[in-house]
Structures are given as structure tokens and as C-alpha cells.
């Protein structure tokens, strides 16, 4: 089953993130690589799916369903990406309440 739901934070960012639910007891939290869209990666989670592993994939602030872009008003880095997944995983462990979380992704996505 795919969803999508809509995360908001305190500071008024809001993203979508895509919840591809596999009735496992396994969920992946996939981040994309810098400057790609969580859009991007849809093959990649129906083979997880295969697997039957819940997967979550997010975008990062200032890109795909992110309601906000870098500007000179806006500015956002690794603090802002750091609290945003915190409010993420707190979700995940909402709707998969007895999981195991695994988090990963492509380029930037796995070196956070």
C-alpha cells in the first residue's frame, strides 16, 4: 500500500513523505541524494517492497514537496535536516509502532 502524508514543523516547513507499507516488521527511512526528489526513487522502493520491508522516503527542505526554497530569507543546512528527521522518525515509530528502523539513501542521503 502507498501513501502519502504531509509532515509540518514548528518553524511552518511542511513536506510530503511517501509511506510504502509491506506489513513488515522492518521499515527503511530512504534519503535521497542532494538535489534529487524523493519522486525519483519509486523503482527502487517496489523492490524493497519485493522484500517485504516498509519503506518511508522523505525530501529534504528546499526541494520536491518541500513547501519552502532557499533564498536569502530562508536558509537551512544540516541542523534543520538533522531536526526535520528527528520529527520524521518519530512519525514512522507512529504508524509502525514496533519496528525496526533502518536509515539510509543515495550520496548525501547515506553519509546522513
Known amino acids: 500500500m502507498h501513501r502519502t502524508e504531509k509532515i509540518s514543523f514548528k518553524d511552518g516547513h511542511e513536506v510530503e513523505i511517501k509511506i510504502s507499507s509491506a506489513d513488515s516488521p522492518i521499515t527503511y527511512l ?17 523492490a524493497l517492497q519485493q522484500e517485504d520491508i516498509n519503506v518511508v522516503l522523505m525530501d ?42 533502518v536509515v539510509g539513501g543515495h550520496s548525501l542521503g547515506g553519509q546522513v
Open 60 to 101: 529534504y527542505r528546499g526541494k520536491g514537496t518541500s513547501n519552502l526554497r532557499a533564498s536569502r530569507k530562508v536558509d537551512f543546512g544540516y541542523e534543520t535536516l538533522v531536526q526535520n528527521m528527528g520529527a520524521i522518525v518519530n512519525r514512522i515509530h507512529e504508524i509502525f509502532p514496533d519496528t525496526k528502523l
Open 30 to 46: 530512504f534519503m535521497p541524494a542532494l538535489g534529487v526528489r524523493a519522486s525519483y526513487y519509486p523503482p527502487f522502493v517496489e
